[in-house]
C-alpha cells in the first residue's frame, strides 16, 4: 500500500486541517489514508502547532499502524482496502467512536486524499449527529457483553452489504444468529443440506472475505446463520422453532424478525436480520430491537431504536 510522503504540500494541508480544528472548536481530526506514513514527524508537526486534540489516523492494515500509537497518535484499522472514499471515511468514524477516540456529538476535521492516491488534497468538516446518526459507544458495547466487538462487527457489516447489494439484482434476505451456539442450536434444524457443513473452522470464518463472499451466495436459501463468538459460521440454512407468544413486536414484520428476536429471548445469542423488503438490518438482543441500520448507498447510516422496556407485570 502507498506510504504517504510528508510532502511540502502534504505537510501544509494537516496543518491546515489543525488551524481549523481550533479555529472553529472542533474536537479531533481524522486522517485517513492509503497506507502508513512517518508517524513520528507527524507528532513532532502536531507539537509544532501545539495541536493538542486527538490526531486519528485510519489505515487499512494494522501491520500499518505500526508506532502510531508510541507517536501519541490514535490509531484505527478499517480493512476495507477496495471500498469506495465515503464508506472508508464512514467506517473510520465508526471505529473511532467504538474506540472512545471521538464522541457521537462530537465535530471533526476529516484530511484524504479524495482525488489523488498520496496528496492530502481535501479537508471536510463534519458533524457526527448528522453523519451516523447516532451509533453510540454505548450501543456497540452492550452488544459486546456477549459477543466480541470485533464479530458484532464483522456480521453487522456483511449483513448491510447484503441488504445493500442482494444477489443477482434481486433483495435478499438473510439472519445470522451470533454466539451461546450450543443453547440455539437446541431450537435449530436442518433446513436443507449445509453447504458449510464438513469444512475446516478456517474456511468457516467470517473474518475472512471469500467465506463472506460464500455466506452472500447462501443467504439466498432458505434459513439462519448461526455464527460462533469468534466470527466462525457454525451452522448455515437452520429453522429455528421458538415461542414467539411474549414478544413485543413492529407491525409488518414477517417469521424471520419474529424468529430473530426470539432466539435471542431464549438465548444469550444476538441476531442479525436483513430485510429482503427494504434491506434495512436489525439487530435483537434479549427478544428486544436493540439497533437498526437503514442502508444507503454510500456507506451505512445508524440509528438507535428506542424500545418500550417491558412492563413490571412482566406483559410485554
Ligand atoms: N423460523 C425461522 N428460522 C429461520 N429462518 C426463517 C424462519 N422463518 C422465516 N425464515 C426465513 O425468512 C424468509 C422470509 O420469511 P418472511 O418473509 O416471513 O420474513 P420477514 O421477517 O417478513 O422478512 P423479510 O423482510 O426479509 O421478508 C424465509 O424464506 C426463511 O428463509
Keep these: 500500500m502507498a506510504t504517504l510522503r510528508l510532502t511540502k504540500h502534504n505537510t501544509a494541508m494537516l496543518t491546515s486541517a489543525m488551524t481549523l480544528v481550533n479555529a472553529i472548536s472542533a474536537d479531533a481530526i481524522v486522517l485517513l489514508l492509503e497506507g502508513a506514513t512517518d508517524w513520528q514527524r507527524l507528532a513532532e508537526?502536531?507539537?509544532?502547532?501545539?495541536?493538542?486534540?486527538?490526531?486519528?489516523?485510519?489505515?487499512?492494515?494494522?501491520?500499518?499502524?505500526d508506532g502510531a500509537s508510541e507517536a501519541g497518535l490514535k490509531p484505527v484499522a478499517l480493512n476495507k482496502e477496495k471500498a469506495p472514499l465515503l464508506e472508508r471515511l464512514q467506517h473510520a468514524l465508526l471505529e473511532a467512536a467504538a474506540d472512545e477516540f471521538i464522541k457521537p456529538n462530537d465535530e471533526i476535521v476529516a484530511i484524504y486524499g479524495g482525488f489523488t492516491s498520496g496528496r492530502l488534497d481535501s479537508i471536510s468538516h463534519l458533524k457526527l449527529d448528522e453523519r451516523m446518526r447516532r451509533l453510540t459507544t454505548r450501543d456497540l458495547q452492550s452488544l459486546e457483553s456477549s459477543v466480541p466487538l470485533k464479530t458484532m462487527k464483522v456480521v453487522v457489516d456483511l449483513a448491510v452489504q447484503i441488504g445493500v447489494e442482494g444477489r443477482e439484482g434481486k433483495p435478499v434476505g438473510a439472519l445470522f444468529v451470533v454466539g451461546d451456539t450450543r443453547s440455539v442450536l437446541k431450537h435449530a434444524s436442518d433446513s436443507g443440506v449445509d453447504p458449510f457443513?464438513?469444512?475446516?473452522?478456517?474456511?468457516?470464518?467470517?473474518?475472512?472475505?471469500?467465506?463472506?463472499?460464500?455466506?452472500?451466495?447462501?443467504?439466498?436459501?432458505?434459513?439462519?446463520?448461526?455464527?460462533?463468538?469468534?466470527?466462525?459460521?457454525?451452522?448455515?440454512?437452520?429453522?429455528?422453532?421458538?415461542?414467539?407468544?411474549?414478544?413485543?413486536?413492529?407491525?409488518?414484520?414477517?417469521?424471520?424478525?419474529?424468529?430473530?428476536?426470539?432466539?435471542?429471548?431464549?438465548?444469550?445469542?444476538?441476531?442479525?436480520?436483513?430485510?429482503?423488503?427494504?434491506?434495512?438490518?436489525?439487530?435483537?438482543?434479549?427478544?428486544?430491537?436493540?439497533?437498526?441500520?437503514?442502508?444507503?448507498?454510500?456507506?451505512?447510516?445508524?440509528?438507535?431504536?428506542?424500545?418500550?422496556?417491558?412492563?413490571?407485570?412482566g406483559d410485554d
Design 45 to 65: 508537526l502536531m507539537a509544532k502547532n501545539e495541536f493538542e486534540k486527538p490526531l486519528i489516523v485510519a489505515v487499512d492494515s494494522i501491520e500499518e499502524l
Design 197 to 313: 457443513r464438513g469444512y475446516n473452522k478456517k474456511a468457516r470464518n467470517l473474518f475472512d472475505a471469500k467465506v463472506q463472499e460464500d455466506a452472500k451466495e447462501i443467504s439466498q436459501l432458505d434459513g439462519a446463520f448461526l455464527i460462533s463468538a469468534d466470527g466462525t459460521i457454525e451452522r448455515s440454512r437452520q429453522m429455528l422453532e421458538v415461542l414467539h407468544e411474549d414478544l413485543n413486536m413492529s407491525k409488518g414484520l414477517g417469521s424471520r424478525h419474529w424468529a430473530a428476536a426470539a432466539i435471542t429471548r431464549r438465548t444469550k445469542a444476538v441476531a442479525i436480520v436483513v430485510s429482503q423488503s427494504t434491506g434495512t438490518v436489525r439487530l435483537y438482543q434479549n427478544g428486544f430491537l436493540k439497533m437498526q441500520i437503514e442502508p444507503m448507498d454510500k456507506g451505512i447510516k445508524w440509528q438507535e431504536i428506542s424500545f418500550k422496556p417491558p412492563s413490571a407485570s
